[in-house]
């Protein structure tokens, strides 16, 4: 089974730059999230998708940031202008997510981009 | 406010003997966590999980156990591996209340010292 794939790995950009973020989930997998994950830090989600709707983006700088996932499949996420403070890991994942009360699995996380904003 | 709190940045086993992170959490609302694994330069990777229905699952040479009164979970690996040597989250969701959001605690990274 193929995993979650990101791209791209690295990105070095100057700030006020803007920058986006691809990711493919694992097939059938219905939620979506993406977390940024600051150097010494535990992932923070960021957004988080089922099928191609929201349903938290309580955390994301919208001013920003901004992010979709047409045809509830891939995603992107989009930085502009971005900031020192981007400087992270930004990490996408995808679960099964069945439902409210139903069997909904853990989340499976792709390798991630590494953001440096200089 | 960190409801995930893992208060040992770091900690170094003897290979063979037993690794035991600590995780606290705060919000009453968490009814599920999950142990993460990550090395350098990838994701985290799925280890194992509990539901709050439980206060131990084993899975292999991982053990968690949950203690809720407590707000607290530990994660047992034993016998230690050079393998283990990685970076530990614990995480934790309300799916209860239909949130499949995780909430990452700051990481353990363990050391198993051959």
């Known amino acids: 089974e193929a995993g979650v794939a990101q791209s791209p790995r690295y990105k070095i950009i100057e700030k006020r730059q803007s920058v986006a973020f691809w990711c493919n989930p694992i097939?059938?997998?219905?939620?979506l999230y993406w977390y940024q994950q600051i150097l010494g830090q535990g992932p923070k989600l960021l957004i988080q998708?089922?099928?191609?709707?929201?349903?938290?983006d309580s955390q994301l700088p919208k001013d920003r940031f901004s992010a979709e996932r047409l045809k509830g499949v891939d995603s992107t996420l989009k930085i502009q202008p971005a900031k020192l403070e981007d400087s992270a890991v930004y990490l996408c994942?995808?679960?099964?997510?069945?439902?409210?009360?139903?069997?909904?699995?853990?989340?499976?996380f792709g390798q991630g981009t590494r953001l440096t904003v200089v | 406010d960190q409801q995930v709190k893992q208060n040992s940045p770091s900690l170094s086993v003897q290979e063979g003997r037993i690794s035991i992170l600590n995780c606290d959490y705060t919000n009453s609302m968490f009814d599920y966590f999950l142990w993460y694994k990550k090395y350098p330069a990838e994701g985290p990777t799925f280890l194992i999980s509990i539901s709050s229905i439980k206060d131990k699952n084993e899975d292999g040479r991982f053990t968690v156990f949950l203690n809720k009164s407590a707000k607290h979970l530990s994660l047992h690996i034993v016998p230690s591996q050079p393998g283990d040597s990685a970076v530990y989250f614990c995480?934790?969701?309300?799916?209860?209340?239909?949130?499949?959001?995780?909430?990452f605690g700051t990481g353990t990274r363990l050391t198993i010292i051959p």
């Open positions: 995480a934790a969701s309300a799916r209860h209340f239909g949130n499949e959001k995780l909430t």
């Open positions: 998708f089922q099928n191609n709707g929201v349903v938290d």
């Open positions: 994942a995808s679960s099964l997510a069945v439902g409210k009360r139903g069997g909904s699995t853990e989340a499976f």
């Open positions: 097939s059938g997998h219905a939620t």
